[in-house]
């Protein structure tokens, strides 16, 4: 699969690179806007770049229009913004393609593709939930990451790996990283 992977401005840099781990079979365009950067390095402790190393992806600045993202004729399968600020939200929400992260979901929702959104913010305000609804109704999967506890997760990790592979299963992506529901 072609996939798109937009880092926006929110906490929550873990589950990107879990995401980025997880789908290391596929093929990938990172989009990363700044603040990102900044607080991946906070949260993990590391430089983006350090860990993209390890990655075979096709990384984009948040300001380059020239992106192929940028374009409805370029092809992916899908696109998750993870984090996704309720900033980014907005700009969905709103058509307002300011960069590279929303024109790439401007596109996803204009071409009928795979948008999954793991919006980060709590408490929501109206103005969130209405623009959560709006994009909903539009076909956009919206994906607060919010870990179920059933299966009695011991780690950090093990609620990260609930939520990721969540994701995993809204792209049609078989993994195993959590204890399923079952009797």
Request: include cysteine.
């Amino acid at each position: 699969m072609k996939i798109a992977v937009c880092i926006s401005g929110a906490s929550g840099a873990i589950y990107a690179k879990r995401l980025i781990e997880n789908l290391k079979e596929h093929e990938l365009f990172i989009v990363i806007s700044e603040i990102a950067k900044k607080i991946f390095k906070d949260e993990i402790g590391i430089e983006f770049d350090e860990f993209m190393i390890n990655f075979k992806a096709k990384i984009y600045d948040n300001k380059d229009f020239s992106s192929p993202l940028a374009s409805g004729s370029f092809k992916i399968d899908a696109c998750v913004v993870v984090p996704c600020s309720v900033k980014s939200l907005s700009a969905i929400a709103s058509g307002y393609a300011e960069n590279l992260i929303s024109r790439c979901a401007d596109v996803c929702i204009k071409e009928k593709r795979k948008l999954i959104l793991l919006v980060r913010e709590m408490p929501f305000s109206s103005i969130h939930l209405e623009n959560m609804l709006k994009l909903s109704n539009l076909g956009v999967t919206i994906m607060p990451p919010c870990p179920g506890f059933y299966y009695k997760p011991k780690t950090i990790e093990d609620l990260v790996d609930f939520v990721v592979g969540r994701i995993l299963d809204q792209l049609s992506i078989e993994n195993n990283l959590f204890k399923r529901w079952g009797w």
